[in-house]
Each structure stands twice: as structure tokens, then as C-alpha cells.
């Protein structure tokens, strides 16, 4: 059985529509132009309803108050992972969105699922990213029937042996999202100012804030037996330059890495592979 539809609003953002549930992911949504540029889906694109919103991790690009608080009214659900509470910035997902409004706010922790009609929500491991540190974040597999996606985010397969274990429990997951940031941010980018002193060079550059480059990328689609392989637009749409700090040309290295990824999985056979941008 096939979703109804999956349409990507932008930067790791999906609209999951099957069998009457609409799940949406990590929604940070660029507006409508009004006075030209490029036609995007956007705010008007979503259903009246959002059954399920599912946060990975709490970077303002993940969990995007200000998406969040213009879509509060129509959320049921607002699904985050658990935080830690003991390393510096590992903020309380639930507790903020309780703060500002969200009533139904669930916390899922490893292999932790929300059922659906001949479907499920499951929470599975997000590695790498947050430094190495351990930070409240998860990736997120939806079943439909017997097809399941992988909502992968950020991740870096820093442990292969960890997807093969989901692979074994949850059978062959068909379709993968992720996010190839494979440079990213040093440590200092976002626990700098948690810190007691300024971290050492080498320190700050090898613990850094980054997803898989093409060979890791690759060792999470053969493990978990994946087909399909969509990769978000990372720093590829203008009106969330003032969000990211990013604007990528075709030379950068994580286009370069995301385009490796891509001729690797087309010449084992995927039946698809892109780089996704979100255009109308």
C-alpha cells in the first residue's frame, strides 16, 4: 500500500497524506512572494488539519517557532523527542511547546510508536549532528502498510551496525529523507556560550554539528534495504538564507557529496534518487 501522497514543502519539511492522516515533518515554511521570485509551496499548500507534526531535534531549523506557532491552531499532535536534561542546550521539547500554546504534546523514545490504521509512527535513533553530544533528538519511521519511510533528518551513520539492528526489527524500509550538511558547524556554534572556557582548536573542528557525506549516506540506505533515496535542499532556496547562514553553489562540498550519493544509489538500481527543491 502506497501513501496517497508525499509532497516536500522545503529543507527537511514533507506532507505525509494517507489513508485520512496527514503527518508533516520538521516544518520551517518560507512564505508566499508577493512582488516576484520563486513559486514555492507554502503555508496554503497544507491541509486544514495536521494530525501529526514530527520534530527530530530542536535546532531553530527543526523545531521553527515561528512555523510552529503559525500552524499551532491546526496541529493535533506534536510529536518531539525526549530530552536528556544534562548537557548543555538539551532543552525540553515538550515543555517549550506547552509554554506556547500546544496542548497534545507527546514525547517518543527509541522504538516508541504512535499507531495508525494499518500504520505507525516509530521512533528510531538519530546519531551524529548535535557535536556527538547526547542531545533529545530522533528519526522517524512511518509505515503504510507494508511501506515504510525514514525521515532520517540530520543524521550520521556513525554506527552502521545500529540501522542494520532497525532493519532486522522493523523489516526493509523502502524510502529514505536525510539531510547531507557534511561540513557543518564547530562545537562552539551553538555550546560556545555553555562552556566554561573557549574549547581548543582541534576540539571545536572534530565535534562538529553535521550529517553524512556520501559514503555514510550510503551505508544507511544499504542497511536498512533502502529504494528510494530524496535528499533535502540544503542551502539551495533563498528565503531561508536569512535562517541558515547558507547559500550553496554547485561546487560546495556538500552538493559534491550529495550528487556522489546520488550516482552511487542510481547505478545500484534505485528506482529513484534526487536532490529535492522546493519549488510550486
Not at 516536500?8 to 520551517?28: F, K, M, Q, R
Not at 544534562?86 to 522504538?111: H, M, P, Q, W
Not at 524510502?175 to 555553555?194: D, I, K, Q, Y
Not at 553535521?210 to 544507511?220: P, Q
Request: proline share 4%; glycine share 8%.
Amino acid at each position: 500500500m502506497l501513501f496517497r501522497s508525499i509532497n516536500y514543502l522545503g529543507h527537511a519539511c514533507v506532507l505525509i497524506e494517507w489513508n485520512g492522516i496527514s503527518i508533516l515533518t520538521d516544518p520551517c515554511i518560507g512564505l508566499k512572494p508577493v512582488n516576484g521570485g520563486v513559486e514555492r509551496f507554502t503555508y496554503k499548500d497544507l491541509p486544514e488539519k495536521l494530525d501529526y507534526v514530527l520534530i527530530t531535534h530542536n535546532h531553530h531549523d527543526h523545531f521553527c517557532l515561528e512555523s510552529l506557532l503559525r500552524l499551532r491552531h491546526k496541529i493535533d499532535c506534536l510529536v518531539v523527542p525526549r530530552s536528556f536534561g544534562i548537557l548543555y542546550g538539551d532543552l525540553s521539547l515538550k515543555l517549550l511547546a506547552k509554554k506556547i500554546g500546544f496542548k497534545n504534546v507527546v514525547e517518543l523514545e527509541t522504538l516508541e510508536s504512535i499507531k495508525l490504521p494499518d500504520g505507525e509512527i516509530i521512533a528510531i535513533p538519530f546519531m551524529g549532528e548535535h557535536a556527538d553530544l547526547s542531545h533529545g533528538k530522533t528519526a522517524y519511521v512511518v509505515r503504510a502498510g507494508s511501506t515504510q519511510t525514514l525521515f532520517a533528518a540530520d543524521s550520521d551513520c556513525l554506527d552502521v551496525r545500529m540501522y542494520q539492528h532497525i532493519h532486522k526489527v522493523l523489516g526493509p524500509i523502502q524510502t529514505v529523507f536525510l539531510g547531507m550538511e557534511c561540513v557543518g558547524a564547530p562545537l562552539s556554534w551553538s555550546c560556545g556560550t555553555f562552556l566554561p572556557r573557549k574549547p581548543e582548536h582541534s576540539i571545536n573542528q572534530s565535534r562538529r554539528y553535521k550529517g553524512c557525506d556520501s559514503t555514510r549516506g550510503l551505508s544507511i540506505l544499504e542497511a536498512v534495504g533502502a529504494q528510494r533515496i530524496y535528499i533535502y535542499a540544503m542551502g539551495l532556496e533563498p528565503w531561508l538564507e536569512h535562517l541558515l547562514g547558507l547559500a550553496y553553489t554547485a561546487e560546495a562540498t556538500q552538493i559534491k557529496e550529495a550528487r556522489k550519493l546520488l550516482f552511487a544509489a542510481r547505478e545500484r538500481g534505485f528506482s529513484d534518487a534526487k536532490l529535492l527543491t522546493n519549488k510550486a
